[in-house]
């Protein structure tokens, strides 16, 4: 089971041929905070310093109107170089002199983002994996967030819906796949406002993750580079994705480039060849040259010090004993893990772009690196930070507890109240607390020492590290032997999984039991899932029923101190027991079985819920209500760490009494934390959004979880 969790072996790459990360490879991605404010004009002056030592090859991805590669060949081209030194391609190009989403709509010429970022990975192969020194140079277009081109093949939740299904993103988001292997210079605005509209496109890329290595303003009579300059001088530092403080050094990654001729029809050649502008643009290239190879000898020592330093969890450490079973990820887009490796060579490091097949334990909702996500965490940070949590109210909290008993959220229908903690099996601990404690009121029990207060649950089961629920789970690897108090208090039933064997699906059931051998197969998934139809047949769910019965009767006669006080079921999904998928009659029949004895029945939806399986809750499969759900991972999109205990009225006033002993006594300082709320609101706003588009799509409610994970 461990090995889900270790290194590489949790990624798939389909890639025959990665990009080299070396010292004499550099590539640098140019932005601009604005259309037209000379990012054609830096990143020519940029190739003729390169040029000195490299030979350098220009793209420019989207073009609309015009030629800039032509603008580079002529002004980078002057001193005296071979032409073969210097490559630069136009990757897209359209005719109208105006917006790519626009130009692409007018000329119908679309390019989905898939198809553009295809192309520039192409060329960084193809550049990277040149004998020889070489730096590449990708010119944007427009602004930071300019729109990309637009198509109707872009159709995920972050792109614009719109009547024409033409969808698109700003350029930022189209570019987010290159994190990490291309630094960014930043063409800044000099003229009257431009420090405002500077510093957002600043904001802007570093929230996506961008490591803004320089920023280049033209001079003008503003004078906005020094205040640009004070401004990142400040003892509170601008800090990038990778966790490294940006402009350390504001003398040399803040730069100002003499004045062009106010004329454009005055040529620009005696411009790039003084001395001023010659020596501004070799020093640019050789501060990026430096910080490249500075940033590439810490990533090529990270390995050996995160083995030094860190303790994972789920992991054998003396199994690791060599730096390539570690997995280095630089960044991270999408469905997509950007891994170095090293390289064939056995010197520089190869990235790779692996896809995510444990969407990160589970916890990806709507992909990395989503930058609207990454906005509403950050609005909420920006506003509130943290906030105690207990008798306190905020906007976030109220909305999302709103929503999530709401029509649209897990608990539509039985839930009433929500409780906030920090991760799922903090959650999980709240939800046994619940569960028992309303037993032992409904049933007007003693807590005394005699009884022995127990669970029953599914066997292969897990709800996270805690003593509590880790007591809540049978003897395994996972907690026998990690905890001296650790000690099995349930009876933990073996149950019925579904699976396609020989291209049938059917029910295997489990070893010993009265069904074992019996043949039941399905038709389809939706035939499996149809409880309604099932039921009009009831006879298998009457065999589970007395099965599980039998099984009750006969662990709590076996002594008369123990006392099952909840029900623990993971519905239809069992993630530990390898991804198994439960007969969802079955554990309605468990459910029957707890009802009929007043036992409280858990829901664990950790894994499960939110959209996973194509519903919010396994209630809507089961066609049963829970007393206790509870809903972590794709709570927040994956981003923040956040769970969601919901349940019942009368569980909630389970804990009122007099006096604060009775009430509930759990939590931490971080319940119910602004950004987890908000990041959380918008998560759950675009798996509706998944959902719909389903829905339009015809796609089956069964296979949603295809999109999501």
């Given at each position: 089971m461990l090995s889900r969790f270790i290194?590489?072996?949790?990624?798939?790459?389909?890639?025959?041929?990665?990009?080299?990360?070396?010292?004499?490879?550099?590539?640098?991605?140019?932005?601009?905070?604005?259309?037209?404010?000379?990012?054609?004009?830096v990143s020519a002056g940029l190739v003729r310093a390169a040029l000195r030592r490299n030979t350098v090859h220009y793209v420019k991805p989207l073009q609309c109107g015009g030629n800039d590669q032509?603008?580079?060949?002529?002004?980078?081209?002057?001193?005296?170089?071979?032409?073969?030194?210097?490559s630069a391609e136009i990757l897209f190009q359209w005719?109208?002199?105006?917006?790519?989403?626009?130009?692409?709509?007018?000329?119908?010429?679309?390019?989905?983002?898939?198809?553009?970022?295809?192309?520039?990975?192409?060329?960084?192969v193809e550049t990277t994996n040149r004998s020889g020194p070489v730096t590449t140079i990708i010119e944007t277009a427009g602004g930071v967030l300019s729109p990309s081109a637009s198509s109707p093949n872009n159709t995920s939740a972050r792109h614009a819906t719109s009547e024409t299904g033409w969808g698109w993103i700003p350029q930022a988001d189209l570019y987010q796949p290159l994190l990490g292997q291309t630094p960014v210079v930043l063409v800044g605005d000099g003229r009257l406002g431009g420090i405002s509209a500077t510093l957002s496109s600043l904001e802007s890329l570093l929230i996506r993750g961008y490591d803004v290595t320089a920023l280049v303003l033209l001079e003008t009579d503003y004078d906005n580079v020094s205040a640009m300059r004070e401004y990142v001088s400040r003892g509170h530092k601008l800090r990038a994705g990778n966790g490294e403080t940006l402009f350390s050094n504001p003398n040399d990654s803040v730069m100002s480039l003499p004045a062009i001729p106010s004329d454009p029809q005055v040529p620009l050649d005696e411009w790039y060849g003084s001395d001023a502008v010659k020596e501004r643009f070799e020093r640019l290239d050789d501060f990026l040259q430096q910080s490249w190879e500075g940033q590439l000898l810490d990533l090529q020592s990270l390995r050996c010090t995160g083995r030094q330093v860190l303790w994972w969890p789920f992991t054998q450490h003396s199994q690791v004993q060599r730096d390539n079973q570690v997995a280095?990820?630089?960044?991270?887009?999408?469905?997509?893990?950007?891994?170095?490796v090293d390289g064939t060579d056995g010197i520089c490091l190869e990235r790779v772009s692996m896809k995510d097949m444990s969407g990160s334990e589970g916890t990806l909702g709507i992909g990395h690196g989503d930058s609207s996500l990454a906005l509403a965490s950050a609005g909420a940070t920006g506003r509130y930070g943290h906030v105690a949590f207990p008798q306190t109210v905020h906007a976030p909290a109220v909305a999302l507890g709103q929503t999530l008993v709401g029509p649209r959220g897990p608990g539509q229908g039985w839930?009433?109240?929500?409780?906030?903690?920090?991760?799922?099996?903090?959650?999980?601990e709240a939800a046994l607390k619940m569960g028992m404690k309303t037993y032992i009121k409904r049933m007007r029990e003693e807590e005394n020492e005699s009884i022995e207060w127990v669970i029953c649950g599914q066997e292969n089961s897990y709800h996270g590290g805690t003593l509590g629920v880790m007591n809540a789970t049978e003897p395994s690897f996972f907690n026998d032997g990690q905890h001296p108090w650790y000690e099995c208090k349930g009876l933990f039933l073996s149950v019925p999984t579904l699976g396609f064997r020989n291209g049938v699906l059917?029910?295997?059931?489990?070893?010993?039991?009265?069904l074992e051998g019996t043949q039941t197969t399905f038709e389809s998934i939706d035939h499996v899932l149809?409880?309604?139809?099932?039921?009009?047949?009831?006879?298998?769910?009457?065999?589970?029923?007395?099965?599980?019965?039998?099984?009750?009767?006969?662990?709590?006669?076996?002594?008369?101190?123990?006392?099952?006080?909840?029900?623990?079921?993971e519905p239809v999904l069992s993630a530990v027991a390898g991804m198994s998928f439960v007969d969802p009659l079955w554990?309605?029949?468990?459910?029957?079985?707890?009802?009929?004895r007043n036992v409280p029945v858990i829901f664990d939806e950790t894994t499960s819920g939110l959209q996973r399986l194509g519903v919010m809750s396994g209630r809507d499969i089961l066609r049963e209500d829970p007393d206790i759900g509870v809903y972590s991972k794709l709570l927040t999109g994956g981003i923040l760490p956040l769970c969601a205990t919901l349940t019942t009225e009368e569980i909630f006033e389970t804990f009122l009494g007099e006096d604060e002993a009775m009430a509930m006594l759990h939590g931490s300082s971080h319940c119910a934390h602004a950004s987890g709320c908000t990041s959380a609101l918008h998560a759950l706003h675009a798996y509706d959004l998944l959902s719909e588009h389903s829905r339009k799509a015809k796609v089956s409610p069964r296979m949603l979880s295809t999109h999501i994970w």
């Open positions: 290194g590489l072996r949790r990624f798939f790459s389909s890639h025959s041929k990665n990009v080299r990360v070396a010292a004499d490879k550099r590539t640098d991605i140019v932005f601009g905070a604005n259309t037209d404010v000379g990012k054609t004009l032509e603008f580079v060949r002529r002004h980078a081209l002057l001193q005296p170089r071979p032409s073969n030194a210097l005719d109208t002199p105006t917006s790519p989403h626009i130009a692409s709509r007018m000329e119908n010429k679309p390019q989905s983002d898939k198809h553009v970022m295809e192309a520039v990975n192409k060329v960084l280095l990820v630089d960044s991270a887009s999408q469905n997509d893990l950007n891994v170095l839930a009433k109240r929500v409780f906030f903690t920090e991760d799922a099996a903090s959650g999980m059917s029910i295997s059931f489990p070893e010993g039991s009265e149809d409880i309604d139809a099932r039921m009009i047949s009831r006879k298998l769910h009457s065999q589970y029923r007395e099965l599980i019965e039998m099984q009750w009767l006969v662990y709590e006669h076996s002594s008369v101190n123990k006392k099952i006080s909840s029900v623990v079921i554990q309605k029949a468990l459910i029957a079985v707890a009802e009929s």
